[in-house]
């Protein structure tokens, strides 16, 4: 019966995510790796995007919608890793485009982004807040 319970709701997750030659629009997209995109998602926390390790950006960014709660890779036909990587660790992206794979292990889907614009993440300091 757990067996079926299981393949039940891992059906209906599938069936819940965007297929292949969807339209996506992401506004304010955290930009993190893939490891604690995924950590993120499972758990809950998105803390865990923020405080992701430089470490992992070399193994893959990948841009993580909370709104949503997917995450999704970016192929490099119009983003540059280098636009990606001013993000990592606090900047956002937004960006609009079409799903052109979904990796069936880890729900992530690939995105060619047809409009984009990156938020960098902010200098050490800049915010000084109220005095």
Not at 77 to 103: H, M, N, P, Q
Request: hydrophobic share 40%; charged share 25%; aromatic share 4%.
């Amino acid at each position: 019966m757990k067996i079926l319970v299981a393949l039940a709701s891992t059906l209906l997750a599938t069936l819940a995510a965007a297929a292949p030659g969807d339209e996506v629009e992401v506004t304010a997209g955290v930009v993190t790796g893939l490891r604690c995109a995924l950590e993120a998602r499972d758990k809950g926390d998105l803390k865990l995007l923020t405080s992701c390790p430089p470490v992992e950006a070399i193994k893959g960014l990948v841009v993580f919608d909370v709104a949503e709660k997917r995450i999704y890779g970016i192929s490099s036909k119009k983003v540059r890793r280098s636009e990606l990587e001013s993000a990592y660790g606090g900047g956002s992206i937004d960006f609009t485009g079409v799903e052109v794979k979904v990796d069936p292990k880890t729900e992530v889907a690939t995105v060619d982004v047809k409009e984009y614009s990156v938020a960098k993440r902010p200098k050490p300091g800049a915010f000084k807040g109220c005095l």
